[in-house]
């Protein structure tokens, strides 16, 4: 069976602290991609990264970093130094024929 | 830019309506998809099609039905509405089903009373 995991509801940090989101998934393939995605306030998904398996290579862009660890079946997801405008609803997806979602994480920035 | 549409951002229908939720996507995307959103829930597959006239039911496919007649819409149904049916219904497009980036639309808050 494929599965998501976010075990991470909710998130609440102050501005310019560094926040790691979690992502554990399942899968029997040996061929598949991982994704994240922001929904701020406004409602629509924004994608954001997509990996695939063959590529353990972290990712960096700007204050945004990911941890790909088959090992571990981790996708994790880190912003560093936080602001208010990165508060959203992260979503993490594993695919392949389909996108598994992950429920989500909660992120809340404070000022 | 690469816009997926959807018809109505609010609907509010009441119980045993017939509703008609409209998604067009500009990108020549094979692949649409109709997901629900519920709080704690996640996205939840509803139905998604691969091509014109063709459609898969995805994980919660009852009380919904789908049409494709045209590659740029897809349309989903309620047939019959139902409280619990009130969600967030996103539509969404990609090139290559859970394999590429998917593209979203708005959303539509469907609220049924």
């Known amino acids: 069976a494929q599965k998501v995991t976010q075990a991470q509801t909710e998130i609440s940090v102050v501005e310019k602290e560094d926040v790691t989101l979690d992502c554990v998934y399942e899968t029997r393939d040996t061929t598949y991609y991982l994704f994240w995605y922001k929904q701020p306030p406004s409602g629509e998904l924004v994608f954001l990264i997509r990996?695939?398996?063959?590529d353990e290579q972290n990712e960096i862009s700007g204050r945004y970093s990911w941890n790909f660890q088959k090992s571990t079946s981790s996708f994790n997801f880190t912003i560093t130094a936080s602001q208010v405008v990165d508060s959203a609803v992260y979503f993490c997806?594993?695919?392949?024929?389909?996108?598994?979602w992950g429920a989500g994480t909660k992120l809340i920035i404070k000022p | 830019d690469v816009k997926v549409t959807q018809s109505s951002r609010y609907l509010v229908k009441r119980t045993g309506e017939k509703v008609f939720l409209e998604c067009v996507q500009d990108?020549?995307?094979?692949?649409m998809f109709w997901y629900r959103q519920d709080p704690g829930l996640g996205l939840r597959l509803i139905y998604f099609s691969y091509d014109v006239k063709m459609k898969e039911k995805g994980d919660i496919p009852e009380g919904y039905s789908v049409s494709r007649e045209k590659k740029e819409r897809f349309s989903l149904i309620l047939e019959s509405a139902s409280t619990n049916q009130t969600s967030m219904y996103l539509c969404a497009s990609s090139p290559a089903g859970g394999r590429t980036e998917a593209f979203f639309g708005q959303g539509t808050r469907l609220t049924v009373v």
């Open positions: 990996r695939n398996s063959f």
């Open positions: 997806a594993l695919g392949n024929y389909q996108l598994i």
């Open positions: 990108m020549d995307h094979e692949n």
